[in-house]
């Protein structure tokens, strides 16, 4: 498994939402190897960004599943945080617009509004019910992943706004994108 085994828009199938997991298989436990080695991958032939978070769907598997990376400043530590059937029951704390991208949007980048707080319940690997509380950069990662489970890309809640569009270079700054050649012609929205 690797990052080729991450779709992309415009597939699909990233605005199917994905079901819920009933029992933890070996299928469901395989599925998690996978999205953790494909974010991994992904991560080591980019320079400028590092692989945070994926969800099932990414590696076009429809369950309701998210990993998120332990280390966010490390790319040497390759050890995640499994979350089954992830449901935000509570946000709080502000709403806030800041820089987002996705594994499977590449090089596109957006001003996208997210609440600064959320809490979360799952499941872990070991079907536990557990809750945390996230605040920043983690409560985006949260939101982020859990539209995915939902078939919500993070383009979606800027819809219409070009203004909130940005593209990466090659040296890894965020410039403005053409909205109408990059995002309307390239069919990334719905
Ligand atoms: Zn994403």
Same mark, same amino acid.
């Given at each position: 498994?690797?990052?080729?085994?991450?779709?992309?828009?415009?597939?699909?199938?990233?605005?199917?939402?994905?079901?819920? $997991?009933?029992?933890?298989?070996?299928?469901?436990?395989?599925?998690?190897?996978?999205?953790?080695?494909?974010?991994?991958?992904?991560?080591?032939?980019?320079?400028?960004?590092?692989?945070?978070?994926?969800?099932?769907?990414?590696?076009?598997?429809?369950?309701?599943?998210?990993?998120?990376?332990?280390?966010?400043?490390? &790319?040497?530590?390759?050890?995640?945080?499994?979350?089954?059937?992830?449901?935000?029951? &509570?946000?709080?704390?502000? $709403?806030?617009?800041?820089?987002?991208?996705?594994?499977?949007v590449?090089?596109?980048?957006g001003?996208?509004?997210?609440?600064?707080?959320?809490?979360?319940?799952?499941?872990?690997?070991?079907?536990?019910?557990?809750?945390?509380?996230?605040?920043?950069?983690?409560?985006?990662?949260?939101?982020?992943?859990?539209?995915?489970?939902?078939?919500?890309v993070f383009i979606d809640?800027i819809?219409?706004?070009?203004?909130?569009?940005?593209?990466?270079?090659?040296?890894?700054?965020?410039?403005?994108?053409?909205?109408?050649?990059?995002?309307?012609?390239?069919?990334l929205?719905?």
């Amino acid at each position: 498994m690797s990052k080729e085994d991450i779709i992309t828009l415009p597939n699909p199938h990233l605005r199917q939402k994905s079901q819920r $997991v009933g029992v933890i298989t070996d299928e469901i436990k395989q599925i998690i190897a996978n999205m953790e080695a494909a974010t991994i991958s992904w991560d080591q032939s980019r320079d400028h960004e590092v692989g945070v978070a994926l969800a099932a769907t990414q590696i076009d598997k429809l369950y309701k599943i998210v990993v998120i990376r332990n280390n966010f400043d490390n &790319k040497d530590d390759h050890s995640f945080t499994v979350f089954i059937n992830p449901q935000i029951v &509570k946000h709080e704390g502000q $709403v806030e617009a800041d820089y987002e991208g996705c594994l499977s949007v590449p090089n596109v980048y957006g001003k996208v509004p997210r609440h600064t707080k959320v809490k979360v319940k799952a499941l872990g690997e070991d079907g536990k019910e557990f809750r945390v509380t996230a605040e920043g950069f983690l409560a985006r990662i949260f939101q982020h992943e859990i539209d995915h489970t939902n078939g919500v890309v993070f383009i979606d809640n800027i819809k219409g706004q070009p203004e909130a569009f940005f593209r990466l270079d090659d040296k890894g700054k965020l410039e403005p994108l053409d909205y109408e050649k990059d995002v309307r012609n390239n069919s990334l929205l719905w």
